[in-house]
């Protein structure tokens, strides 16, 4: 298997069970929407990159010259998070629909709650409600998340691939010529 399909299921892997630690330590039940929430969504997005730099990594020291173009890198990263997203957006489906069919509900009262604390009226929030429970759907989510996915695995591979390219020697470079060499002048003549 090659060096982007193996980091492709890694990438995958740690999204999966940073999903499932932070369902168990209640980060989408009872605390969704809270600091630790967000900081623990932080923690993902930097792992997704450190994961993506082992990967581009990985499929330019398997080159026999180990060398890799930025465009190479660019391209392995983008298949390496296109892998991921694709396995990602599967667990989505199934953890939203088997494991936690309650998150929307749940992330409806952390929205609720700020929305209060921002003064917006019943009616304002019965709206928004309608409109915001759309997008809780679990195969809305899963397509968002897939998409989220490819968007920053293509920024990620863009900064990685600039960190890790090398390029190759050009081949059959040579010297220039060097500049020709002045006469050497006469010894003086002894009178």
Request: aromatic share 10%; hydrophobic share 50%.
């Amino acid at each position: 298997m090659s060096a982007k399909i193996t980091y492709g299921f890694v990438f995958a892997f740690v999204g999966i069970a940073l999903t499932l630690i932070g369902y168990l330590l209640g980060l989408q039940t009872d605390r969704a929407g809270s600091t630790l929430a967000s900081l623990f969504g932080w923690l993902g997005t930097i792992l997704s990159f450190f994961v993506l730099w082992l990967g581009v990594r990985a499929v330019r020291d398997e080159k026999p010259d180990q060398c890799l173009t930025f465009g190479q890198g660019v391209g392995a990263g983008v298949v390496i998070a296109l892998v991921g997203a694709v396995i990602g957006a599967v667990y989505t489906l199934i953890h939203l629909s088997f494991i936690n069919p309650d998150f929307a509900d749940h992330m409806m009262v952390a929205a609720q709650q700020k929305w209060e604390d921002a003064g917006m009226s019943a009616q304002q929030m019965e709206v928004a409600e309608r409109m915001t429970r759309v997008f809780f759907h679990p195969g809305i989510m899963a397509g968002m998340g897939f998409l989220g996915q490819i968007f920053f695995g293509t920024i990620f591979s863009l900064i990685v691939a600039a960190i890790v390219k090398r390029n190759p020697p050009a081949p059959n470079a040579t010297l220039p010529p060097p500049p020709p060499v002045p006469p050497a002048m006469p010894p003086p003549v002894a009178q």
